[in-house]
């Protein structure tokens, strides 16, 4: 027997342990290989994406008239006409300060003015006869039945008694005076409501003192009064975003007290200034107002909200979840047949739920949704869950 046939039946002596080491290598490959990594994923669709600018802090529901009323004039309150929550008419009185003492002076000005019209009337009647005898006399003496002195005497007195007539009407006019300013003494007294709305506090009980609100001291008003019937938001917005906000933008409205329901909105001021307030970010006050305001909810001026302004719209661009991007411009790209592959794109127009892409994606490809489960990176196979389209 040669060497060569010896070791060749050597050889198929061992075969078979090879095999066998070969296929146990393989099930306890087959049997301890790690689970592909499962995922959601996200179509590349096309819809519209909307660039936009929010508030920096939360801000304020505001009436469109609110007015914090005081008398003009200082005094006790003698009549109080409301309660709060009343709802009032424009020119209705809400109270009265005490005034007898004005009450009596427009009485005795009322009563002067009344002297004064009967006194007007005896002396204007005395200058009217007057000056009928003057125009007598001049009669006769045209036919010489008296003499020129008298004639003159009759000229001066009725003169005398015209002059006296206008001297008695001048103080018709000084009457009606002292009256229109004891009617202005006394509207002084009342407080009345400028326009329609409801009561929304009082300061001031009967009996008590209500003094007016002089500049620059800040004192309690008396009633403050609000238009319900039309409110707005008026909301911080930072300076660097100023610039893309302007009159009539659309906007969204969200309310805290309303969970999970939007308003339409309409931008309707942009202060002309900015506003610095120390420690804090300059900022732009921007008002908005409700296109629909809430009917089911109940509206309250002081609620707290947030204010999305759309300031450009892209309609019918390829678009994608803005969470799937990573940093540097980065997805990670879904193929059937292979691993992750990860994809640069260029992006457009982006907002906290879409970015638009300009190039670097196709219609219709999936991208991974789930960028922070553990495993997902480029080269790893994965499991789709479910195919999540864009919104």
């Known amino acids: 027997m040669t060497v060569a046939s010896r070791d060749k039946r050597s050889i ?18 087959f049997f301890t290989r790690s689970e592909p990594v499962r995922v959601q994923l996200a179509k590349v669709e096309r819809g519209a994406v909307e660039a936009t600018v929010s508030n920096t ?22 009549h109080l006409l409301v309660k709060k929550g009343d709802r009032v008419k424009a020119d209705q009185i809400l109270l009265e300060l005490w005034n007898d003492d004005l009450q009596a002076q427009a009485r005795l000005a009322e009563q002067q003015l009344k002297t004064t019209n009967t006194r007007v009337e005896e002396v204007c009647t ?48 000084q009457s009606q005076s002292r009256i229109a300013v004891a009617q202005a003494g006394l509207r002084r007294m009342v407080l009345r409501a400028p326009f329609a709305g409801i009561v929304a506090d009082i300061s001031g009980e009967l009996g008590e003192y ?5 500049p620059g001291i800040p004192t309690p008003p008396a009633i403050d009064l609000i238009d319900d019937r039309c409110m707005f938001v008026s909301a911080p917005i930072d300076e660097v975003d100023a610039a893309n906000i302007k009159i009539g933008q659309a906007s969204r409205i969200t309310l805290d007290a309303v969970k ?31 296109i629909e305001p809430p009917t089911a909810e109940n509206l309250l001026v002081g609620y707290s909200a ?8 892209h309609d019918k661009v390829l678009r994608i ?29 982006a907002n906290w739920e879409h970015t638009e892409i300009t190039s670097g994606l196709n219609e219709g490809e999936q991208i991974v949704l789930s960028l922070d489960r553990a495993g997902v990176k480029a080269g790893v196979r994965v499991q789709p869950e479910a195919s999540k389209p864009a919104k």
């Open 306 to 313: 947030d204010v999305e302004i759309i300031h450009t719209t």
């Open 210 to 214: 209500a003094t007016p609100s002089p």
């Open 12 to 29: 198929l002596r061992y075969l078979p342990w090879l095999a066998g080491l070969v296929l146990l290598a393989a099930a306890a490959w």
């Open 321 to 349: 979840p803005t969470q799937t991007l990573l940093e540097g411009k980065r997805v990670l790209l879904y193929r059937a047949d292979g691993p992750l592959e990860e994809r640069t794109v260029t992006t457009g127009l």
């Open 260 to 290: 999970g329901k939007s308003f339409p909105g309409r931008v309707k001021r942009v202060a002309p200034y900015v506003l610095e307030l120390e420690k804090q970010a300059r900022t732009v006050e921007v008002e908005v107002e409700f």
């Open 126 to 173: 005395v200058a009217d006869m007057s000056s009928k005898e003057a125009a007598r006399a001049r009669k006769l003496r045209e036919r010489g039945f008296i003499s020129p002195e008298g004639l003159e005497r009759a000229e001066a007195d009725a003169n005398a008694k015209q002059a006296s007539c206008r001297s008695a009407r001048s103080e018709i006019a």
């Open 57 to 78: 802090r939360a801000g304020t529901v505001k009436a469109c008239r609110r007015a914090k009323l005081a008398p003009p004039a200082g005094g006790q309150i003698a």
